[in-house]
Structures are given as structure tokens and as C-alpha cells.
């Protein structure tokens, strides 16, 4: 499905489209904008590791579910940090994680081992995620005030400062767990 998003094409992959395979063909031919509404993984290791066997761990082991996660017959549905360390999104500028946990990583003397570095290897400039669950409702306002203060022309910068402002402002959404987890990474 292609649409548009103010000046930005935009393409819907789910259910069958949405897996491992079918994101990793967006390698060195990436949009400028990748937003992916799904779950984020991130599972601690149980024994204690040398540094280097740590950060591994972690990419291999921080990923996100993707719509073919749960059937049992595909088995490309979980998509690893490692995994999108290794593609080349340089052209990019935004990776937007709608999901929740996606911040979250091993800290390791490389810094934050997960998503974040994943994408950042990948040539990503910026990208949005989340320190914690996040409200279904919450998420989907803050989403759509962001996209709305992108397409009038806002900056990705203020786009997030606007949206970040619009939640907080709301009366249902003013608490601080409804907000606070989203942030941006340049």
C-alpha cells in the first residue's frame, strides 16, 4: 500500500510483507523516514560475560517482533539488532521505533547495546524510541501530533518538541509515563 505523508512516500508492509526478509531488501535503498509500530525485545542476559561477549549478546538478543512473529511456521519474524547492524540505512535521516522498550540495551563500554546502536551502525541519523512500555492511546496521539507538525513543515527536531508539548498539554495524557519515554537520538 503507498500513500503519501506530506512530501514523503510511504509504504505499509504487514502480515506477510512484514518480515525479516521483506526489511531487509530496504538495504542501501532505504526511505528517509522508516517507522515501525510493533514490539520491542530486550532479553537480559542470566550469567555474567566478558565485555566483548556482553555487547554480542545483546545485539543478538535486543530485536523487534515483526507481524509474522508469533506464527510458528516463518521463522524470519523476530528482526535482531544484529541483524540491522549489518544493513546499510544510510539513507535514512529517521527510524521511528513505535513500540514499546526500544531504547533499551546492555550498557557496555561501547555504550547502550540494542536498537539504538544497531540503527546508528546502520547509517541512521535519528531516530525516535521508547525507555519503557508506552499507552497504546498515548503512543498513537504522540505519533500523529509528531507526523502532523513534520508534514507543516517543522523540522524533525520540533516535530518531536511539538509532540512532546501537544501530550503533555492533554488532559488525559499530562502524566509524565505518557510522555516522558518517548525520545529522540541524534
Known sequence: ILSQLGGYSVELREKEAGTKKSFT??????????????????????????????????MENTGLLLSCALDSTIEDGILSAKEISTLDLSNTDLVVLSACKTGLGGITPYGISGLQQAFKNAGVSTIIMTLNNVDDAATCFFMTSFYKALISGLNKRDAFKSAQNQIRENEYFKKFNYWAYFVMLD
Not at 27 to 32: F, L, Q, R, T, W
Not at 33 to 50: C, N, W
Open 25 to 58: 531488501t530496504l538495504s542501501g535503498v532505504s526511505p528517509a523516514i522508516i517507522h515501525l509500530a510493533t514490539h520491542g525485545v530486550f532479553r537480559q542476559p542470566q550469567i555474567e560475560m566478558s565485555w566483548f561477549d556482553y555487547n554480542n549478546y545483546c
